[in-house]
């Protein structure tokens, strides 16, 4: 029998393929990524010492501040490798700095904006969310000269939660043509009015420009906005009408202008927008109709107009947008009767009515709405027996109230718990019955379903009536 290889020939039997595996890996993992620019490492050096609160960070970033393990710092190599040659190594480059919120670097109490940023040649987005807080030292909304943002590739700018940042928006906003994602959000001592110029900013996709203390007119150069997803300007002190131009938004499927001092109507030019989903002008003072081809908006999901004294009837119409999963008209001056076409929109969740001028019944269709689950129409006019059955009110449980309807009963108290209304007398039940049943021959008729010699006996002695007045004729 052969004697067992020794482990000295076993070893000198597998080098060659070890050797192999090794080239392969090298050949595959590529060349290592070069070192950081001098020029740009110390431009980040500059902007973490503008911001960050950490003592640390200028040792812990080293020679290359892209193989230091900083949060909130994202490297990557620029786009065609910069000119890089075939298998030489690829300069990396920041590309994201995210600072205020850990694991990002928080920032110091005396923190300033960090204008140095926009001088990092391939940085594509800038964070800074509760960055500025210190009430004791106030931050400027600062951004360089525009001839030093024209080079910028910067394609996200957010800011966020700054209660201390004070300032204008920078006119040199408009400057950054690379710009797809604008968020300057909830800093109070934002104010004035909004640059004309960020009408020029053609790759914008999403503006969001909500709580602060913006001023003046909604510029009507943002409806040249034409790649426009989203638009919030909500929660400011805007006033003047709303620009028809906004119409021109072909794309936008969010769209928030509530809690402001807007004036006039709904621009008719906001039938054209077919992709929005989202629709928020509550909280101004908006007067009038809402345009009549609103519910051609078949993307249509939320409808928010409370708190506007708009004085009108409630449109029937609305009742044709099939996708509306929310409906808030609360408190807007709103008359005649609920549409019985409310109880067609299958995918409602919200119906919010309250505190308005509406009479007659409540449509029985409502307790059809399977996915309801909050329903107000407190504060109106309203009468008659509460056409709800058990499961629709277990269904809503105490998000239903029809409290403040003087004319409202309910007809069994066991089975309709208290919404805020009183029972019903018998009288009352008597006649609810008699009218929901000549409701439902009606509407038998209309649909063709009421067969020859089979006419209910409420309706003989009308077509009688009605006969004699054709035979005179």
């Excluded at 960070?57 to 230091?68: F, I, K, N, T, V």
């Excluded at 710009?179 to 934002?190: F, P």
């Excluded at 499961?391 to 309910?410: E, I």
Aim: net charge neutral.
């Amino acid at each position: 029998m052969a004697a067992p290889p020794s482990p000295s020939s076993r070893a000198l039997a597998t080098a060659p393929c070890l050797l192999l595996l090794l080239l392969l890996s090298l050949h595959a993992a590529g060349p290592a990524a070069a070192a950081m620019d001098p020029a740009e490492r110390e431009a980040l050096l500059r902007v973490m010492e503008a911001v960050s609160s950490d003592r640390d960070w200028r040792e812990a970033a080293g020679d290359d501040p892209c193989s230091s393990p900083w949060p909130g710092l994202e490297c990557k190599p620029a786009p065609g490798g910069s000119g890089v040659g075939a298998g030489a190594a690829a300069r990396m480059h920041v590309a994201r700095l995210d600072f205020g919120v850990p694991p990002n670097p928080t920032c110091k109490d005396t923190a300033t904006f960090p204008v140095g940023a926009f001088a990092l040649p391939e940085l594509r987005a800038l964070f800074l969310v509760e960055c500025f807080k210190n009430p004791d030292a106030i931050a400027a909304f600062t951004l360089p000269p525009p001839a030093n943002l024209s080079s910028s590739r910067l394609q996200q700018l957010s800011v966020r939660s700054n209660p201390s940042l004070s300032g204008t928006l920078p006119p040199q906003l408009a400057s950054i043509g690379s710009l797809q994602v604008l968020t300057v959000s909830q800093n109070a001592l934002v104010r004035g009015e909004v640059p004309r110029g960020l009408g020029a900013l053609k790759s914008l996709v999403h503006l969001d420009l909500s709580y602060n203390s913006l001023t003046g007119t909604i510029p009507s150069r943002l409806g040249e906005l034409r790649g426009l997803v989203g638009l919030d300007l909500s929660y400011n002190s805007f006033s003047g009408p709303i620009p028809s131009r906004l119409g021109e938004l072909t794309q936008l499927q969010k769209l928030d202008l509530s809690s402001n001092n807007l004036t006039g109507g709904v621009p008719g030019t906001f039938t054209r927008l077919k992709s929005l989903t989202f629709l928020a002008l509550g909280n101004n003072g908006l007067r009038g109709r809402l345009p009549s081809g609103l519910s051609e908006l078949r993307d249509l999901q939320y409808l928010i107009m409370e708190n506007n004294p708009m004085g009108v009837p409630l449109p029937a119409e609305l009742g044709n947008i099939a996708r509306l999963q929310e409906l808030r008209l609360a408190n807007s001056g709103l008359s005649g009767s609920i549409p019985e076409t409310f109880g067609l929109l299958s995918s409602l969740t919200t119906l919010s009515l309250e505190n308005n001028n509406l009479t007659g019944r409540i449509p029985a269709g409502l307790s059809r709405l399977k996915r309801m689950y909050h329903l107000n129409l407190s504060k109106n006019g309203l009468d008659g027996v509460v056409p709800f059955d058990g499961a629709f009110l277990r269904q809503l449980g105490r998000n239903l109230d029809l409290s403040g309807n003087p004319g409202l009963c309910v007809a069994d108290r066991a089975v309709v718990p208290d919404v805020g209304v009183g029972v019903c007398s018998a009288g009352d039940v008597a006649r609810e019955s008699s009218a929901a049943a000549e409701s439902s021959v009606v509407g038998r008729v209309v649909r063709g379903e009421v067969a020859r010699g089979r006419w209910p006996a409420a309706l003989i002695r009308p077509a009688a009536v009605a006969l004699c007045c054709c035979l005179l004729l």
